[in-house]
């Protein structure tokens, strides 16, 4: 699984050429890597559990959102520790539009991706005055109130206070001989691709290296006449919208949307898997979920009283061994064997 | 066969297998002839990794157990997860030990959203969902969710049961509740409301708080302005200290009544002060291991025993590991109940066939009764004050149960 | 109009140095007296700057540089400070939310003697009167000229067997320009201050030193006492402009 | 208007609780331009090591002090040792580390001494000053230890060779190293420091809400939006900051109705990004001169 993760999307940054900086792993190596990722991807889900699947689809949701933190820390360099609220809001348009609503489930994936991003859009304009360490605080404080606001009794009515609401999960249509998990799996994959597709094309872009250009160096940026103001707030909208749909994806697998299910443990959760994964790596955003889901499992298994210190020093050691990400890893060990062979 | 024969079986057992056909032995997911699986999960890790301790007690218990020959012959396998108390992973938890693991069933799992983002799953795939660690009321609904059931006396019994008090003591009280805003403190909030049902204008003031909130000092100064004589607080353990301490500073002397999940001596009262917290009232149902008055009773001997035995690095002060002492109990007699018949069906009827149900560190009086109609495995309580030393009892014990 | 020189004190040989993975050093080979002012010239991006960078420590270097019997290659700029080599750093490197008396004790940070200190610190307002009536003022609020005298001054603080000067000049007006060099000249001559000096200004670099070397991308290319250098053809059309 | 008084002087009295915090978390914010997330719990499991000494039948002062001494150096080794190696790693990967450290902190504690609330001696009493129930005397001399604290370290960095070298290498590490200012040595003091002021607040703190793991989880949150609003770099403003958090945290819960209560923390981190807005900086933060 993991090696699948790693690799399945890297071809796709070499087709955009995103961070020219960077020494590139050859194209061709990109490709077979990704359609080999891709045969792995489409072959698994009919030869694990169920349960399995469900991870897996877990692992893949999680990554929709480090992508969209990706591009708006790694590739835009505005600080989030508050991306939960995002993923809460996509979560609870989806649960309260079907619960309410009567809409289906694949109807309010794009309204909670819209939604979200208009609420990422707003929080970015006064996001514009805060400078990193600030705007870190902020969307932190962002989070920590997100429990607080989905039970308070204003939203109660909709939200389902602290109980929550159930969310029905959607079978596969047309006779599809998929379970719901399968299905759901593929629903995922085929929109994680997508969005994977596009952040990469965003980012090799004019667009993307504008929002480079700003996190590299804003005066010059604005010197080149670069709006920085509309391109940072879109930017935010735009990684609000992934994280929303990561959000309205996990509201229909896990079946169940609660303030508890979003607490700052998550947004936390989602920057550790940003920088395990890599900043700045569109493929690295698939490690860092696997990261989130695998690795508190790992560390339960060395000690249970100890769980939340065995969690702790495997982050440690993990950035100490590759402080640039699981991406920067697999960049350098490629480049070391290329290199010998050359 | 040759193991069961061997097997020393308590009358009980002798019972129970006595009812089934002789020739069952039949076995579900995780059961075998030498072992049972059982699942549970719990928060090890992240803020509620306070309630961690539940899950190892309950674990060292079938260590004991499995130590002096398992139940029935058969060795218990527990395997505990770690939710960190958010609901998705709960979810991804319960899937795997029932998908993956493939255990009997899951007992014990821990917190009202955790348990409601798997209750539906667990009913769909028919796997018991039993004895589950929280006390909301939805857990005892047998005719929508008959594979679920709660186990501790639900919140909103215990709200009732300080309503009839009030109503019966303190008929011309003004009420003040501080409440935590969470589920389990709207609940015990929700039953102290029917309880009082036409006089619940006496209630003059309900203040939440927040666990994120480092004190509840300002909440007790505007439960105090509100001109309240009778303070309820539906708090944890550090709150409810807290309140009882700002209670007492601030020169406020209503009628105090702390519910139960902050009953502990050495865990609440101690640390708020004695001086501070005579004469609160509370309600009980298990015995309080720091309270001097069961120094020498024998089940807490056994209890205290078992703690140093198989759980050394535990907190003998913690509620927390007498309460999973007890639930593995109950389970316990559940599956001496089912005999060889361990399929998830049996062990449902089993835990909803318990008569008059004993456990020692249960407080003398209080039993588990469950039947195809109740889910509700303890329902009784009793009141208590807190004379500076130690609880006493008063009164009788009181039924809860939230139809009544 | 030179101070006695006695011996080497600075002796570098084979120094080369990195900036990241790129070679911007290719074995540089020069002395500084003991009392004696040595410059290097070079066009932008020759490796002046480097050089200094190099000996202090700040970059990754190899070779060796001798300070009297000690090699400086390979320490921590700390350590290096701590043998007595000042580095007055291009963009002067001022503590600028500090007062100017803050910086000028920090730049006695590595001694002890507090009451020699305290006189250094008048001495110093001695030689740049402008320091004394601002002693109180923030640095950040000087103007250039006055920030690179505080700098020098900071140095001076050290009591150092050697002065590294990064571009002295840049940035200030002529006539600031030659105030500040009449006082290294003072220093030279009545503090025997030994002093590297990398300047644009050729011209004023060749005024105050004994010998001077020629840098070009990261190679010497042509070494020798300040004057003949001066005199050269190629010298005098690429750095002197006439 | 009675009520009123009592909020606020409650909220001047949890004010110091944050303001204490803030101190500490400015401390480190000098020392390495960083917010660390694992300060709380550092602090935390100071105070578990004084209330060990206690237990173990120490003196309160001498426990006090010792735990100070202890956390210096527990400051100290933490930063040679995970943070040193990581020097030149991004700074994501630093925030990184110290949510490790956060995560390590809190399990350990719990690990060793348990979830069960600790009762933590108070020095000063906890009978109420003035007989008024209007504010504790711990209250009191919580406040008083916070402002002290403030003047002893207005004095160490005024007026000391080695404030003068800390300052020096937060704000210029180059030119400290240029000076020869050891910057590395001084980052390990900062956080040594901040480490022992982190134990001074754990041990003011734990007598008021109780000693358990998780005490300092929403303190540091607080405590975070004081320095904020005080404006990071400045001492006195963290403590200014803390107090004013305390008190309209307080007031909010009093008098916004309807969601007052249950937004508290909400409505007070909602103030501080207004704060931020009109004053990026913090009320009493200068603007940082970046170079380009």
């Not at chain 1, 071809?11 to 190596?29: D, F, H, M, N, Y």
């Not at chain 1, 990684?239 to 994806?249: P, V």
């Not at chain 2, 030498?34 to 549970?40: A, L, Q, R």
């Not at chain 2, 919140?155 to 309503?163: C, K, L, P």
Request: charge should be neutral; hydrophobic fraction near 50%; include cysteine.
């Amino acid at each position: 699984m993991t090696d699948q993760s790693m690799t399945s999307e890297a071809p796709a940054q070499g087709r955009g050429k995103p961070v020219a900086e960077r020494a590139g792993i050859p194209v061709g190596l990109k490709r077979a890597a990704l359609l080999i990722g891709l045969i792995i991807a489409i072959a698994l889900p009919f030869m694990v559990k169920n349960f399995t699947i469900f991870q897996l689809t877990t692992v893949m949701i999680y990554a929709i959102a480090i992508l969209g933190l990706n591009l708006l820390t790694g590739f835009n360099g505005q600080f989030s520790l508050g991306h939960s609220t995002f993923i809460a809001i996509g979560a609870y348009t989806t649960a309260i539009l079907m619960e309410f609503g009567g809409f289906g489930f694949y109807a309010t994936l794009p309204l909670a991706a819209l939604f979200c991003f208009i609420v990422g859009f707003l929080f970015g304009l006064p996001a514009l005055r805060l400078e990193s360490i600030y705007l870190a605080l902020a969307t932190f404080a962002l989070a920590v109130a997100t429990p607080q606001l989905l039970k308070s009794a204003p939203f109660e009515p909709w939200t389902g206070g602290v109980q929550g609401l159930l969310v029905f999960k959607p079978e596969a249509p047309f006779g599809i001989p998929l379970n719901s998990d399968q299905w759901m799996y593929f629903v995922t994959l085929v929109i994680g691709l997508v969005l994977a597709f596009f952040a990469v094309n965003l980012v090799g872009s004019r667009t993307g290296r504008a929002m480079m250009a700003i996190r590299d160096n804003p005066i010059a940026a604005r010197a080149m006449g670069i709006n920085i103001a509309l391109y940072k707030t879109t930017t935010f909208g735009v990684s609000a919208a992934y994280a929303g749909i990561a959000g309205s994806l996990s509201a229909v697998v896990v079946q169940f949307v609660a303030p508890d299910s979003f607490t700052f443990v998550l947004a936390i959760g989602l920057f550790v898997g940003l920088v395990i994964g890599g900043v700045g790596s569109i493929p690295g955003a698939l490690f860092g979920g696997a990261f989130l889901v695998y690795v508190p499992n790992i560390a339960e298994e060395l000690s249970k009283g100890l769980a939340g210190a065995a969690y702790g020093a495997i982050l440690l050691l993990v950035i100490y061994l590759m402080p640039a990400g699981a991406a920067g890893l697999v960049r350098a060990i490629v480049m070391k064997v290329l290199n010998r062979r050359a | 066969m040759i193991k069961r024969s061997l097997t020393v079986l308590a009358g009980m057992t002798a019972l129970a297998v006595a009812a089934l056909p002789a020739s069952a032995q039949t076995y579900g997911p995780g059961a075998s002839d030498t072992s049972i699986k059982i699942g549970n999960i719990n928060p090890y890790s992240g803020p509620a990794s306070a309630y961690g301790t539940i899950g190892k007690t309950i674990d060292a218990y079938f260590n004991k157990l499995n130590a002096e020959g398992g139940i029935n012959g058969r060795q218990i396998e527990l395997v505990s997860y770690d939710d960190g108390y958010s609901p998705p992973k709960t979810v991804e938890q319960a899937r795997k030990l029932v998908e993956s693991d493939e255990v009997l069933f899951i007992f014990q799992s821990l917190g009202t959203p955790t348990n409601t983002a798997i209750h539906k799953y667990m009913n769909v795939k028919k796997v018991p969902q039993l004895f589950v660690a929280t006390g909301a009321t939805k857990w005892g609904d047998p005719d929508n969710f008959p594979w679920t059931m709660g186990w501790q006396p639900n919140y909103q019994s215990e709200g009732r049961i300080y309503a009839s008090y009030i109503l019966e003591n303190e008929p011309d009280a003004k009420i003040g509740v501080l409440y935590q805003n969470d589920d389990y403190g709207k609940d015990l909030l929700q039953g102290l409301k029917d309880g009082l049902g036409d006089k619940v204008d006496m209630i003059v003031a309900e203040v939440p708080y927040e666990t994120s909130d480092p004190t509840v000092d300002s909440q007790i100064i505007n439960l105090k302005a509100s001109g309240a004589d009778v303070l309820v607080t539906i708090a944890t353990p550090k709150f409810a200290a807290q309140s009882i301490r700002k209670v007492a500073e601030s020169g406020w002397k209503p009628l105090h009544i702390v519910n139960n999940v902050s009953q502990s001596v050495g865990g609440v009262l101690k640390p708020a002060g004695f001086e501070n917290a005579k004469g609160i009232l509370s309600t009980a149902y298990t015995k309080d291991p720091t309270d001097p008055q069961w120094a020498d009773d024998p089940a807490y001997k056994e209890w205290a025993a078992f703690m140093d035995e198989h759980y050394p690095e535990g907190d003998k002060s913690s509620s927390f590991t007498v309460y999973g002492y007890a639930a593995a109990q109950t389970l316990q007699k559940v599956l001496e109940q089912a005999g060889d018949d361990l399929t998830r069906e049996n062990i449902m009827k089993q835990a909803a066939n318990l008569n008059d149900f004993e456990l020692g560190m249960l407080l003398p009086g209080i039993v588990i009764n469950t039947s195809d109609t109740d889910f509700f495995p303890i329902e009784q309580m009793q009141m208590m004050r807190f004379n500076g030393e130690g609880w006493e009892l008063f009164g009788p014990v009181i039924d809860g149960s939230v139809g009544s | 109009m030179t101070g006695p020189m006695t011996g080497t004190l600075l002796e570098v040989s084979g120094l080369e140095a990195w900036y990241g993975r790129i070679q911007a050093l290719f074995g540089l080979d020069f002395t500084v007296a003991d009392g004696g002012v040595t410059t290097l010239l070079g066009a932008n991006g020759a490796g002046k700057t480097t050089t200094l960078r190099a000996l202090c420590g700040m970059i990754r270097s190899a070779g060796t540089a001798r300070l009297g019997g000690t090699d400086l290659t390979g320490r921590a700029t700390e350590d290096i400070v701590r043998l007595g080599v000042a580095h007055v750093p291009q963009g002067r490197g001022t503590f600028t939310a500090m007062t100017v008396e803050e910086n000028l004790q920090l730049g006695a940070m590595t001694r002890r003697d507090m009451r020699a200190i305290a006189e250094d610190i008048e001495r110093a307002y001695a030689y740049f009167p402008r320091l004394a009536e601002r002693r109180r003022q923030q640095a950040g609020t000087l103007s250039g000229g006055e920030q690179q005298m505080l700098a020098i001054s900071r140095a001076m603080m050290l009591k150092p067997r050697l002065m590294l000067l990064d571009e002295p000049s840049f940035g200030l007006a002529p006539l600031i320009v030659e105030e500040l060099f009449s006082i290294l000249s003072r220093l030279k001559a009545e503090e025997n201050l030994s002093m590297l000096i990398v300047e644009q200004n050729a011209a004023l670099a060749l005024e105050i030193a004994d010998e001077a070397y020629l840098i070009e991308t990261g190679r010497m290319v042509m070494s020798g006492p300040a004057r003949d250098i001066g005199q050269d053809e190629n010298v005098r059309r690429a750095y002197l402009g006439y | 208007m009675e009520l009123f008084a009592h909020q606020i002087l409650s909220g001047l009295a949890t004010g110091g609780i944050y303001a204490c915090m803030a101190l500490a978390i400015v401390m480190i914010y000098q020392a390495i331009h960083h917010l660390n997330f694992a300060q709380g719990e550092m602090a935390m499991f100071s105070t578990f090591i004084a209330w060990q000494l206690i237990e173990w039948g120490f003196p309160y002062w001498i426990a006090f002090f010792l735990t100070i001494a202890i956390s210096f150096v527990g400051g100290v080794v933490i930063e040679r040792t995970v943070f040193k190696p990581l020097h030149r790693a991004p700074v994501l990967a630093h925030i990184v580390a110290f949510i490790a450290l956060f995560a390590i902190f809190n399990s350990l504690a719990g690990f060793i001494w348990d979830f069960t609330i600790k009762s933590f001696p108070t020095p000063f009493g906890q009978q109420s000053l003035f007989g008024s129930g209007l504010i504790s005397a711990h209250d009191t001399g919580m406040i008083v230890v916070t402002l002290v604290l403030l003047g002893l370290l207005f004095l160490f960095f005024r007026h000391t060779r080695i404030g003068l070298a800390m300052r020096a290498a937060a704000s210029n590490p180059d030119s400290a190293r240029l000076v020869g200012v050891r910057v590395g040595w001084m980052i390990a003091l900062g956080w040594g420091m901040a480490a022992a002021i982190g134990a001074v607040a754990g041990m003011l703190i734990a007598p008021v809400v109780f000693l358990e793991p998780n005490m300092m989880l929403a303190i540091l949150i607080y405590g975070f939006a004081g320095a904020v609003v005080g404006g990071l770099i400045s001492p006195g403003g963290a403590v200014i900051g803390g107090f004013a958090v305390g008190v309209v945290e307080n007031l909010a819960g009093t008098y916004v109705p309807v969601v007052g209560q249950e937004m508290k923390l909400t409505i007070a981190l909602a103030l501080i990004v207004a704060v931020l807005m009109f004053k990026p900086t913090g009320l009493f933060g200068a603007r940082l001169v970046t170079r380009v």
